[in-house]
């Protein structure tokens, strides 16, 4: 009895440890999983989330799919295969998917990326941005253009805004037409003085400005330094109460005609030998007796200046040159008080056209027979124009009419006359001045009772557009220079510092 006791006993223990070894894996005791968070709902391979700011990190690593906050922590789950996300995140890092090489579907909604922000580097990919509120403008050109060149699929997405794309697929609109390239004028140098014109000139291969300042009785003369990149110090020629310092280079010699109010008028030569202005001619101080502006122009070769003089008694007069200086030529538009005068070629016929504080604005245009002006009509019937500037847009001319007191005018030239284009609120305005820089054509008008406006030519409307504002006292002239490396725009103040602004380019897609 006792030994087939002890054989059960043995037969018992041998059953149990064969039972044990028998039972399901899954009954053993797994190791601890580690909780879920709060805010997420899990089960063995899915993790849910609501309002998650970032990746929990107690979710088990064999997770696959997964509502994100902050994708640079999903680097430690090489095994998840799809992200969705329902937070407004603002940022994506550079490679933030890099490691997730089963990563096959994307979702994202509350998109608020820009281009330095977003840059997604993955295999191929499903994402989706399906009801996110897209402004199709320059800010999502980057993505259209990562749209592009990507392999992965992108369920279509509309834009919301503006009005003309309403609806639109966000890559129906041409890239050209995102409008992401913007300018702007800072200012590069402030000159620590007053001025009432400026005009820049290349002698011997350099570059210099030329500046009246009546305040301090000269003409300044700067040179354009290449290496500091600014203006420096030249020269100075003396020119009590000077009003324009008009540079001239003939036949390679250097020229200044100094317009003064008071005491005549002259011209200086560039003496090589002693390397200073030589004053050698004195203008008819019967005829220039208030002069207000000075142009320079070649007709069939010949150089010639003419001066605007804006006394009852003067006339505005024309100088030619000969081999030994300028000399009268011939008297306009006498007792006039011109105030301007702008020297226009068109069509291979050479106009002067003449403002006034007494009429309308005058035409005249060159007789090669008689080599002469002749007067060949009015401009439009807009009195009391401090000054008149041209410019030409692709194939159409256009003058700018400054008007101090009353509205200043922009018209169009129409092949026989003039026809008003647009009217501009210019009260106090003595300059008015066209410039194009890098086929953007700009127009700055000054004001002695407010801010500077730059203006900017709207091809489609046909008419400029403000653009910005400058804060510049009692602007008299604008002058534009381009330089290799940058645009430069001069602005001569009657009141306050000389300010050089350099025209800047912005992309606002980068």
């Known amino acids: 009895m006792g030994g087939r006791s002890d054989q059960g006993d043995v037969l018992a223990f041998l059953l149990i440890s064969l039972a044990y070894l028998w039972l399901p894996a899954s009954s053993k005791r797994a190791p601890k999983l580690p909780p879920c968070p709060q805010s997420c709902s899990c089960t063995r391979d899915t993790a849910f989330c609501i309002d998650s700011k970032a990746v929990p990190r107690n979710l088990p690593p064999e997770v696959i799919s997964l509502p994100a906050g902050e994708p640079p922590e999903l680097m430690s789950r090489p095994s998840l295969c799809s992200l969705l996300n329902s937070n407004k995140f603002t940022l994506i890092g550079d490679d933030a998917f890099t490691g997730l090489s089963h990563l096959q579907y994307l979702y994202v909604l509350g998109f608020h990326c820009s281009s330095d922000q977003c840059s997604i580097v993955n295999p191929p990919l499903r994402r989706d941005l399906r009801g996110n509120a897209f402004i199709c403008d320059c800010k999502i050109k980057w993505l259209v253009e990562w749209m592009e060149r990507t392999n992965a699929t992108v369920p279509a997405i509309f834009c919301s805004s503006p009005v003309r794309y309403q609806g639109q697929k966000i890559w129906d609109p041409a890239l050209k037409d995102f409008s992401c390239i913007t300018t702007d004028f800072v200012v590069h140098q402030v000159l620590p003085f007053q001025s009432v014109s400026a005009e820049s000139f290349v002698y011997s291969s350099d570059l210099y400005i030329a500046l009246a300042q009546p305040s301090a009785s000269i003409c300044t003369i700067l040179k354009w330094d290449y290496v500091e990149r600014k203006l420096q110090d030249f020269d100075r020629i003396p020119a009590h109460s000077a009003v324009y310092c008009k540079p001239i280079v003939?036949?390679?010699?250097?020229?200044?005609?100094?317009?003064?109010?008071?005491?005549?008028?002259?011209?200086?030569?560039?003496?090589?030998?002693?390397?200073?202005?030589?004053?050698?001619?004195?203008?008819?101080?019967?005829?220039?007796?208030?002069?207000?502006?000075?142009?320079?122009?070649?007709?069939?070769?010949?150089?010639?200046?003419?001066?605007?003089?804006?006394?009852?008694?003067?006339?505005?007069?024309?100088?030619?040159?000969?081999?030994?200086?300028?000399?009268?030529?011939?008297?306009?538009?006498?007792?006039?008080?011109?105030?301007?005068?702008?020297?226009?070629?068109?069509?291979?016929?050479?106009?002067?056209?003449?403002?006034?504080?007494?009429?309308?604005?005058?035409?005249?245009?060159?007789?090669?027979?008689?080599?002469?002006?002749?007067?060949?009509?009015?401009?439009?019937?807009?009195?009391?124009?401090?000054?008149?500037?041209?410019?030409?847009?692709?194939?159409?001319?256009?003058?700018?009419?400054?008007?101090?007191?009353?509205?200043?005018?922009?018209?169009?030239?129409?092949?026989?006359?003039?026809?008003?284009?647009?009217?501009?609120?210019?009260?106090?305005?003595?300059?008015?001045?066209?410039?194009?820089?890098?086929?953007?054509?700009?127009?700055?008008?000054?004001?002695?009772?407010?801010?500077?406006?730059?203006?900017?030519?709207?091809?489609?409307?046909?008419?400029?557009?403000?653009?910005?504002?400058?804060?510049?006292?009692?602007?008299?002239?604008?002058?534009?220079?381009?330089?290799?490396?940058?645009?430069?725009?001069?602005?001569?103040?009657?009141?306050?510092?000389?300010?050089?602004?350099?025209?800047?380019?912005?992309?606002?897609?980068?």
Request: hydrophobic fraction near 40%; include cysteine; charge should be neutral.
């Open 250 to 510: 003939v036949q390679s010699q250097l020229y200044v005609v100094v317009a003064q109010l008071f005491g005549g008028s002259y011209i200086y030569h560039w003496d090589t030998n002693m390397d200073k202005f030589i004053k050698i001619q004195d203008m008819d101080s019967r005829k220039i007796r208030k002069p207000n502006d000075i142009e320079a122009f070649q007709i069939d070769s010949d150089w010639y200046f003419i001066i605007a003089d804006s006394s009852k008694a003067g006339s505005t007069s024309l100088y030619r040159w000969n081999q030994n200086g300028f000399y009268s030529h011939q008297a306009l538009h006498p007792w006039h008080r011109d105030t301007d005068v702008e020297y226009v070629e068109n069509e291979g016929k050479p106009r002067l056209i003449i403002s006034s504080s007494s009429q309308a604005p005058v035409i005249y245009q060159w007789s090669r027979a008689q080599k002469q002006f002749v007067q060949q009509g009015e401009v439009a019937e807009v009195m009391d124009v401090q000054m008149v500037k041209h410019f030409k847009f692709k194939k159409d001319n256009y003058l700018c009419l400054s008007r101090y007191i009353g509205d200043s005018k922009v018209v169009k030239w129409e092949g026989q006359h003039f026809t008003e284009l647009q009217t501009l609120p210019s009260r106090g305005s003595m300059v008015m001045q066209p410039f194009l820089v890098s086929q953007r054509q700009y127009m700055a008008l000054g004001s002695d009772f407010s801010f500077t406006h730059v203006y900017l030519w709207d091809e489609e409307k046909q008419k400029f557009v403000k653009f910005q504002e400058l804060s510049v006292q009692a602007p008299r002239a604008f002058h534009y220079i381009p330089l290799e490396d940058m645009d430069l725009l001069l602005s001569p103040s009657f009141k306050s510092s000389t300010l050089v602004y350099r025209h800047v380019v912005v992309d606002l897609s980068l």
